[in-house]
């Protein structure tokens, strides 16, 4: 059985840093293309960044040059390192993984910016 685990939310200052972890059990993440989603209440889900397992990143607009994405070197385990957060980056963040018609979601962390 295949699982997507998320950690490192939490509730952070307008300002702060937090970094979020994924890792899988039951898959081989390192050919698989792995980043993150959010959704924010009332929102529908957005992209936040996406790692290829050949080292490709893409980010949302909102997270060029605050939210960096990276990997172990083996390639099992994804970061996403939050700084500047602000309001409105508060949302649930998932992590998920793919490759060709595959796909796994985690079940989410949530991050609450609040001051």
């Known amino acids: 059985q295949v699982r997507i685990v998320e950690s490192g939310g939490g509730l952070v200052q307008p300002g702060g840093s937090l970094r979020l972890s994924c890792t899988g059990s039951?898959?081989?993440?390192?050919?698989?293309?792995m980043g993150w989603y959010r959704q924010a209440p009332g929102k529908q889900r957005e992209l936040v960044a996406t790692?290829?397992?050949?080292?490709?990143?893409v980010y949302g607009g909102f997270a060029k040059g605050r939210f960096i994405i990276s990997r172990n070197n083996a390639k099992t385990t994804l970061y996403l390192q939050m700084n500047n957060l602000e309001f409105e980056d508060t949302a649930v963040y998932y992590c998920?993984?793919?490759?060709?018609?595959?796909?796994?979601w985690g079940q989410g962390t949530q991050v609450t910016v609040s001051s």
């Open positions: 790692q290829r397992y050949t080292g490709d990143r």
């Open positions: 998920f993984a793919e490759m060709g018609p595959a796909d796994y």
């Open positions: 039951g898959i081989d993440l390192s050919n698989y293309d």
